[in-house]
């Protein structure tokens, strides 16, 4: 696993997480976002940014759309690489 950020955009029960990841990923299909389980609540997090600065960026162009974000040092998937044609 690579360390790196992600931004977190909800933290609570299951049902409004599920929704509030598949909203995200139709709103925004480039960036990834994760669902994940810390008793009792679950979280979603968005991104794969190698640096904490990255993370702020992304947590910025997110701010008028979801409140009390936060960058969070987390585990990253390895970066997209773009086909080139």
């Known amino acids: 696993p690579l360390k790196g950020y992600r931004v977190q955009i909800f933290l609570g029960e299951r049902n409004k997480a599920e929704e ?17 389980y810390l008793a009792p609540n679950f979280r979603v997090r968005v991104g ?3 640096t904490k600065m990255d ?4 947590r910025m162009e ?24």
Do not use: Q
């Not at 509030?20 to 994940?36: G, V």
């Not at 993370?55 to 992304?58: F, I, P, Q, V, Y």
């Open 55 to 58: 993370g702020e960026r992304l």
């Open 62 to 85: 997110l701010l008028e759309e979801f409140n009390g974000l936060y960058v969070v040092p987390d585990e990253i998937e390895l970066p997209r690489l773009k086909d080139e044609k």
């Open 48 to 50: 794969d940014e190698r």
């Open 20 to 36: 509030i990841r598949r909203s995200f990923l139709i709103k925004h299909p480039e960036i990834p976002a994760y669902l994940s």
